[in-house]
């Protein structure tokens, strides 16, 4: 079975704070995901990563930056996290030919004081 | 643009009631469409998933068949369960692409 797991099921930090989302998974996927979840929104995709130190920008990049070093981990970073940065954040990662299913991770639910 | 547009919920059934959560996409060409499944405090689980036209994705009695002429993908299950209630999110992607689009989600609610 695919796992993915993400660092923090609930964190509560203040406005301007530097906050790290770690997302790790054991398939050897090459492909990596972040999205936000918001309540009428679905699911909107942050960044995605299809390899070591690459990076793409997806539909809400602004305020997020990541980090992938290694291909089992990927991070998603809030270099000043503000209030409308409360949501859920998932994980997912899939492997590397397109078309191909996005495993989840369970979830970090953030909220930003 | 490419959308996906589902159901707005939520949807309440007693338990054994039949489940149509409809989802239809807006897309050009031929995406994979996809259901995932949320329970309460997790994250997404992929339900079942259909890659072409007439496909039919099936799993845990749920179902939903690939309608290329109406665009749509809906999710079914002819009797439904308390252990059913989560949240539905209908997706799609592109067969060349790594980039799912979802729904909006569903919030099915089984009562006893």
């Known amino acids: 079975d695919v796992k993915v797991t993400q660092s923090s099921r609930y964190l509560v930090k203040r406005t301007g704070e530097k906050v790290f989302l770690e997302c790790v998974q054991d398939m050897d996927h090459e492909n990596m995901f972040w999205y936000r979840q918001d309540p009428g929104l679905g699911l909107r995709l942050i960044y995605f990563s299809y390899d070591v130190k690459m990076k793409e920008k997806g539909d809400i990049p602004e305020g997020y930056s990541v980090s992938r070093e290694k291909k089992e981990r990927f991070s998603l970073i809030l270099e000043s996290a503000s209030t409308n940065q409360t949501s859920m954040y998932l994980c997912?990662?899939?492997?590397?030919?397109?078309?191909?299913?996005?495993?989840f991770g369970p979830g970090t639910r953030l909220l930003v004081l | 643009g490419n959308s996906v547009t589902q159901m707005e919920g939520p949807v309440t059934l007693s338990e054994e009631a039949f489940l149509t959560i409809n989802c239809t996409y807006t897309?050009?060409?031929?995406?994979?469409l996809f259901w995932y499944v949320q329970y309460p405090g997790e994250g997404l689980q992929l339900l079942l998933k259909a890659t072409k036209a007439d496909d039919k994705g099936s799993n845990k009695g749920f179902e939903a068949t690939y309608r290329k002429e109406t665009t749509s993908f809906h999710l079914e299950k002819g009797s439904v369960q308390v252990s059913d209630s989560a949240v539905y999110f209908c997706a799609f992607l592109y067969n060349a692409g790594n980039m799912l689009t979802f729904g909006g989600g569903t919030r099915l609610m089984v009562k006893p």
């Open positions: 997912a990662s899939a492997y590397g030919q397109g078309g191909e299913t996005q495993y």
């Open positions: 897309a050009t060409g031929y995406p994979s």
